[in-house]
């Protein structure tokens, strides 16, 4: 059983969820936004440290996975997007976490079967999957959503790590 923390970075508004995984089953803990205030970039950065610290305190996960940055026609854009996953990577560092990174596309593949998901599906699926009775925010929901991409992800993983070994076992003997 493990608690895993999802990030959709943003530089205005970043997105979050919790949920705890137990075998298959996923069980929703909590979501929500950080919304920056501050109109500086440096100002928005430490909310995003100080946003995710306060989720961490509360929530205790035991995994970090948070949206890779994807390379835009605005360079700008990019580069503030990589300052607020900095940011709110620091904090899980600072908080002993192991930090998981996903593509996009494989977020919006894990939760709704295609790379190519509008936000809508999105949160469709999120609110489907963890059996919500609406449909959360669409930054959170994004960020509910890198947590089953974590979960999906990391059980495959295992499954194909102990298929190997059986088989690595059984050419050897």
């Known amino acids: 059983m493990s608690i895993i923390l999802g990030i959709d970075p943003g530089s205005r508004i970043t997105g979050y969820g919790v949920i705890?995984?137990?075998?298959?089953h996923l069980q929703y803990l909590g979501s929500g936004c950080i919304r920056m205030s501050e109109k500086e970039l440096p100002g928005r950065l430490k909310q995003i440290y100080e946003g995710v610290s306060e989720i961490i305190t509360q929530f205790q996960p035991d995994v970090f996975a948070i949206e890779q940055v994807f390379m835009?026609?605005?360079?700008d854009s990019a580069?503030?997007?990589g300052q607020a996953r900095g940011s709110a990577i620091v904090a899980?560092?600072?908080a002993d976490l192991p930090v998981y990174e996903y593509a996009?596309?494989?977020i919006k593949q894990a939760v709704t079967g295609t790379g190519g998901a509008d936000k809508a599906q999105v949160q469709h699926m999120v609110m489907t999957?963890?059996?919500l009775p609406a449909k959360p925010q669409a930054d959170a929901a994004d960020g509910l959503g890198v947590a089953i991409c974590h979960a999906n992800?990391?059980?495959?993983?295992?499954?194909l790590a102990g298929k190997a070994t059986s088989a690595r076992r059984g050419r050897y003997r």
Do not use: D, Y
């Open 20 to 24: 705890r995984q137990n075998g298959r």
């Open 72 to 75: 835009s026609k605005n360079a």
């Open 79 to 81: 580069l503030k997007l």
């Open 92 to 94: 899980a560092v600072n």
């Open 104 to 106: 996009a596309r494989l």
């Open 129 to 131: 999957m963890l059996k």
């Open 153 to 159: 992800t990391n059980k495959t993983l295992i499954a």
